[in-house]
């Protein structure tokens, strides 16, 4: 049964519409939920409302700049992956830029394989799956997490009923980890069920 990737939610913020129906077109060939707007006076009710994962945000706007908008967005929205993007890069907005926690900062025009590779590496920072193999470890890290719980087992019991590290459980857990299956059978054996079991529901 195929695996379901999680709808990444991305807002695209450029005046110039081209660029903005360029990126949408690009993003969601790739899978995600994308919205595109070029008015930056619009982008924090939108934030407020729209729970994003990641903006992607032009820096040289009329009407209010990018450094300004990512002001604004932060007031609402702290943990949102902010990717500024600009022709016209120096060093003054790219600081400015990392003071407000943006994730990236990228020349325009971009390579496509550059932007996809910066992109992959923002969500796997904000624990966002991606690719099945990914969503995969995070299904069998939450099983395993929440059948430990129910069992009232803590991570030092199972370490020893498994003879494996605290350390590497808890990275399997968060699925940080990609378990070996001699480790899933000694956690499916420790949590007393079998080792389908633990790849959830699918």
Same mark, same amino acid.
């Given at each position: 049964? !195929?695996?379901?990737?999680? =709808? @990444?939610?991305?807002?695209?913020? *450029?005046?110039?519409?081209? $660029? ?68 016209? !890069?120096?060093?003054?907005? =790219? @600081?400015?830029?990392?003071?407000? *926690?943006?994730?990236?900062? $990228? ?96």
């Amino acid at each position: 049964m !195929p695996i379901d990737l999680p =709808a @990444v939610r991305i807002l695209i913020v *450029d005046d110039d519409r081209a $660029i903005c129906d360029y990126m949408q077109t690009l993003l969601e060939k790739d899978g995600f939920s994308v919205k595109a707007m070029s008015d930056p006076t619009l982008v924090e009710d939108e934030v407020r409302q729209g729970s994003y994962h990641v903006v992607i945000l032009d820096l040289m706007m009329p009407k209010l700049d990018g450094i300004e908008v990512l002001k604004r967005i932060r007031e609402h929205d702290t943990d949102v992956a902010v990717v500024v993007f600009t022709a016209h !890069p120096n060093l003054d907005s =790219a @600081v400015a830029a990392m003071k407000l *926690d943006a994730v990236d900062y $990228i020349k325009k025009p971009f390579n496509v394989d550059e932007f996809r590779e910066v992109l992959a590496r923002v969500m796997r920072k904000k624990g966002l799956a991606r690719t099945p193999e990914e969503q995969l470890h995070k299904i069998i890290g939450d099983t395993i997490r929440n059948q430990r719980k129910t069992k009232e087992l803590t991570l030092k019991q199972m370490s020893r009923r498994t003879g494996l590290s605290i350390s590497l459980l808890s990275q399997i857990e968060r699925a940080e980890s990609s378990p070996s299956i001699s480790s899933l059978y000694k956690i499916a054996l420790a949590l007393d069920t079998k080792i389908q079991d633990l790849f959830g529901d699918n």
